[in-house]
T-cell receptor, first 115, second 111 residues
Framework: NAGVMQNPRHLVRRRGQEARLRCSPM?????VYWYRQLPEEGLKFMVY????????ESGMPKERFSAEFPKEGPSILRIQQVVRGDSAAYFC?????????????FGNGTRLTVT | GENVEQHPSTLSVQEGDSAVIKCTYS??????FPWYKQELGKGPQLIID?????GEKKDQRIAVTLNKTAKHFSLHITETQPEDSAVYFC??????????FGGGTRVLVKP
């Protein structure tokens, strides 16, 4: 059973370009979470999605950031007009539900560098 | 919302000694407390978790304790080995809510 798959592993973008980060959850998991990690810091929640629905986007910046989890295909985190401060590791996690028997499993992240 | 504090931020131990990491949380509704280990260049890996109806859980050299009254929980690693060197994160979650992480503890096990 494959784990959470994220791609690309590394992404370099110039200021002003768009970044698209993809996440395929574990098989059977319908809940996806995105977290951001700055160097030497902890994991900050960004957004929680179920298929075709955004459940909680309280950690998402109001501008330039968006996320989706379509009925078919991976979840996408999109960052428009990137700035240097967007450089970070972005981690996706998935779970089969939100009850106590549904731990989050993380992918290995996408490391975004904005030049 | 939930706020999780984690201490210490760095921990250096001699191989074979024990390591203890402590966390406190603020939301009394939280009932799920996982611990993750993150190695360089990788994503967080779940190593153990505890639910609020349990006070202690052990898995080989790793144990977690939970004090719901005081709203704190701890990770204990016994007989540390060099491969235990990593960053460890505690987290807390209330039903239906997101997982909130502590700031992490960098553990270095010296041979």
């Amino acid at each position: 059973n494959a784990g959470v798959m994220q791609n690309p592993r590394h992404l370099v973008r110039r200021r002003g370009q768009e970044a698209r980060l993809r996440c395929s959850p574990m098989k059977g998991h319908s809940h996806v979470y995105w977290y951001r990690q700055l160097p030497e810091e902890g994991l900050k929640f960004m957004v929680y999605l179920q298929k075709e629905n955004i459940i909680d986007e309280s950690g998402m910046p109001k501008e330039r950031f968006s996320a989706e989890f379509p009925k078919e295909g991976p979840s996408i985190l999109r960052i428009q007009q990137v700035v240097r401060g967007d450089s970070a590791a972005y981690f996706c996690a998935s779970s089969p539900g939100t009850d106590l028997n549904s731990p989050l499993h993380f992918g290995n992240g996408t490391r975004l560098t904005v030049t | 919302g939930e706020n999780v504090e984690q201490h210490p931020s760095t921990l250096s131990v001699q191989e074979g000694d024990s390591a203890v990491i402590k966390c406190t949380y603020s939301d009394s509704a939280s009932n799920y407390f996982p611990w993750y280990k993150q190695e360089l260049g990788k994503g967080p890996q779940l190593i153990i978790d505890i639910r609020s109806n349990v006070g202690e859980k052990k898995d080989q050299r790793i144990a977690v304790t939970l004090n719901k009254t005081a709203k704190h929980f701890s990770l204990h690693i016994t007989e540390t080995q060099p491969e235990d060197s990593a960053v460890y994160f505690c987290a807390a979650r209330a039903p239906g809510n997101k997982l909130t992480f502590g700031g992490g503890t960098r553990v270095l096990v010296k041979p």
